[in-house]
């Protein structure tokens, strides 16, 4: 029987919807084990895990609504809900409220929302859409600017929220345009920023300027029959060479200085594992002044890593975490939830919750390729590349590799907002697919 005869529901992908239930569930599981104490009765309403349960049942309710969408719909009103996110990003600037030292927060009535986390799939949508559109040619300067406003403008409008976790995300979408044909230079220039910037961080600013001056010589002496030919070849050695000098010697200086606060400067450092310069400290207190070298990793990695480590590679079974159980470890049902997963399930679990979600993200990257449609094509991959960004980035968090940030592992931690997002990012593309015969436009 052809895709189109057949109805609806046996048209949705099971594979994808299996994964998806997989997660939400071990995320409530999860959530419940390191809420609930012995002797305690099961159901027990106010806790976190019965609030996820309702949650999960509110996604449910828009995930069916999705399911009963048309799917040309979501292309034809993309544009007007990315508009409608940005407002709700901009008034959240001035009517937001204060949770945990961000000002993303937008309350009606007793319901609170961060609108950065619904606004990614507005974005996700502005993006296929004019990625999508026959009047883009993303080869040109100009079309791939429009593209890049597109997705840094709402993170621009959440760093103004004090919410520079989240507002990251964003940068995602670069992954989407580079299988859209951005050039492999542009890759080459954001991971050699990176470089770049731990280098300053790392090298004293005169040796490292020395470094670069080095790597300029020998730049020079490599291409030299290129540069005496080419004037263009010239001035973009001394363009790179200058900003690179400029972003080492000056704009990473001037961010830890004026830009960065006190607490996202300390994360940073104690990712690296060094003392933050005297010249970056910010209203540091007298026992923070004499604080000893080798004393400065973050109080919730530390204790991270000590539940995970406790669990061997076992775990020590359900409910049976001691770190998570006892509260050890802050923020455990929101960003740090996978140390849950390490210290009950052990290495074994661990490494099965990953399983799960890299199957989940090649399953969408599966049916974003067999679309038909470069709108749910482009679609897709915006799917994939967001939950492979918080993925990555929250149990390299939890783990130490990345600072503490504040990006939560999608449908395990607590968070209605959180899971909400997921969730109908997740139906759209099941929907989209269930339809990937059509052309959408």
């Given at each position: 029987?052809?895709?189109?005869?057949?109805?609806?529901?046996?048209?949705?992908?099971?594979?994808?919807?299996?994964?998806?239930?997989?997660?939400?569930?071990?995320?409530?599981?999860?959530?419940?084990?390191?809420?609930?104490?012995?002797?305690?009765?099961?159901?027990?309403?106010?806790?976190?895990?019965?609030?996820?349960?309702?949650?999960?049942?509110?996604?449910?309710?828009?995930g069916l609504i999705i399911i009963m969408t048309e799917s040309k719909f979501f292309s034809s009103v993309a544009n007007l809900s990315y508009t409608f996110g940005l407002?709700?990003?901009?008034?959240?600037?001035?009517?937001?409220?204060?949770?945990?030292?961000?000002?993303?927060?937008?309350?009606?009535?007793?319901?609170?929302?961060?609108?950065?986390?619904?606004?990614?799939?507005?974005?996700?949508?502005?993006?296929?859409?004019?990625?999508?559109?026959?009047?883009?040619?993303?080869?040109?300067?100009?079309?791939?600017?429009?593209?890049?406003?597109?997705?840094?403008?709402?993170?621009?409008?959440?760093?103004?929220?004090?919410?520079?976790?989240?507002?990251?995300?964003?940068?995602?979408?670069?992954?989407?345009?580079?299988?859209?044909?951005?050039?492999?230079?542009?890759?080459?220039?954001?991971?050699?920023?990176?470089?770049?910037?731990?280098?300053?961080?790392?090298?004293?600013?005169?040796?490292?300027?020395?470094?670069?001056?080095?790597?300029?010589?020998?730049?020079?002496?490599?291409?030299?029959?290129?540069?005496?030919?080419?004037?263009?070849?010239?001035?973009?050695?001394?363009?790179?060479?200058?900003?690179?000098?400029?972003?080492?010697?000056?704009?990473?200086?001037?961010?830890?200085?004026?830009?960065?606060?006190?607490?996202?400067?300390?994360?940073?450092?104690?990712?690296?594992?060094?003392?933050?310069?005297?010249?970056?400290?910010?209203?540091?207190?007298?026992?923070?002044?004499?604080?000893?070298?080798?004393?400065?990793?973050?109080?919730?990695?530390?204790?991270?890593?000590?539940?995970?480590?406790?669990?061997?590679?076992?775990?020590?079974?359900?409910?049976?975490?001691?770190?998570?159980?006892?509260?050890?470890?802050?923020?455990?049902?929101?960003?740090?939830?996978?140390?849950?997963?390490?210290?009950?399930?052990?290495?074994?679990?661990?490494?099965?919750?990953?399983?799960?979600?890299?199957?989940?993200?090649?399953?969408?990257?599966?049916?974003?390729?067999?679309?038909?449609?470069?709108?749910?094509?482009?679609?897709?991959?915006?799917?994939?590349?967001?939950?492979?960004?918080?993925?990555?980035?929250?149990?390299?968090?939890?783990?130490?590799?990345?600072?503490?940030?504040?990006?939560?592992?999608?449908?395990?931690?607590?968070?209605?907002?959180?899971?909400?997002?997921?969730?109908?990012?997740?139906?759209?593309?099941?929907?989209?697919?269930?339809?990937?015969?059509?052309?959408?436009?």
């Amino acid at each position: 029987m052809s895709l189109e005869r057949k109805s609806l529901f046996s048209r949705l992908d099971g594979v994808t919807l299996m994964l998806y239930f997989a997660l939400v569930v071990i995320g409530i599981l999860t959530v419940f084990s390191v809420e609930h104490h012995s002797g305690e009765p099961i159901i027990m309403f106010g806790k976190e895990y019965m609030k996820q349960l309702l949650w999960l049942g509110i996604s449910m309710f828009f995930g069916l609504i999705i399911i009963m969408t048309e799917s040309k719909f979501f292309s034809s009103v993309a544009n007007l809900s990315y508009t409608f996110g940005l407002f709700l990003l901009a008034i959240t600037i001035f009517i937001g409220t204060d949770v945990k030292g961000s000002h993303s927060w937008l309350g009606v009535g007793g319901f609170r929302f961060q609108p950065g986390e619904v606004c990614k799939i507005f974005t996700s949508l502005a993006i296929s859409r004019f990625l999508s559109s026959p009047e883009t040619n993303f080869k040109t300067l100009k079309h791939r600017l429009i593209g890049a406003a597109i997705a840094l403008l709402p993170a621009l409008l959440i760093i103004l929220q004090k919410e520079t976790g989240l507002a990251l995300v964003y940068f995602c979408f670069f992954l989407v345009m580079y299988r859209e044909g951005l050039p492999n230079a542009i890759l080459v220039i954001g991971f050699s920023a990176i470089a770049l910037f731990l280098a300053t961080l790392l090298i004293n600013r005169w040796v490292l300027f020395a470094i670069l001056g080095v790597l300029a010589v020998l730049a020079v002496l490599l291409t030299r029959r290129t540069l005496r030919r080419s004037m263009s070849a010239r001035i973009a050695l001394i363009v790179g060479f200058a900003v690179c000098v400029l972003f080492s010697q000056v704009v990473v200086p001037f961010s830890f200085k004026h830009v960065l606060q006190k607490h996202q400067i300390d994360r940073i450092y104690s990712m690296i594992g060094q003392d933050v310069p005297d010249a970056y400290r910010k209203n540091a207190t007298a026992g923070e002044e004499k604080e000893k070298k080798g004393n400065v990793s973050d109080y919730n990695v530390k204790q991270s890593k000590i539940a995970i480590g406790s669990g061997g590679f076992w775990g020590k079974g359900f409910l049976n975490g001691t770190s998570t159980k006892n509260e050890f470890v802050p923020e455990q049902h929101t960003d740090f939830i996978f140390c849950a997963i390490g210290e009950q399930f052990g290495f074994l679990g661990s490494m099965t919750l990953i399983g799960i979600y890299l199957a989940l993200m090649l399953r969408l990257l599966y049916l974003a390729e067999r679309q038909r449609s470069a709108f749910s094509r482009i679609y897709g991959y915006c799917v994939a590349s967001i939950l492979f960004f918080h993925f990555a980035i929250n149990i390299s968090m939890t783990i130490g590799l990345a600072p503490v940030i504040g990006i939560t592992l999608p449908f395990l931690s607590y968070g209605g907002s959180s899971l909400l997002s997921f969730s109908m990012l997740i139906f759209i593309m099941i929907r989209l697919d269930s339809d990937r015969q059509v052309l959408i436009r």
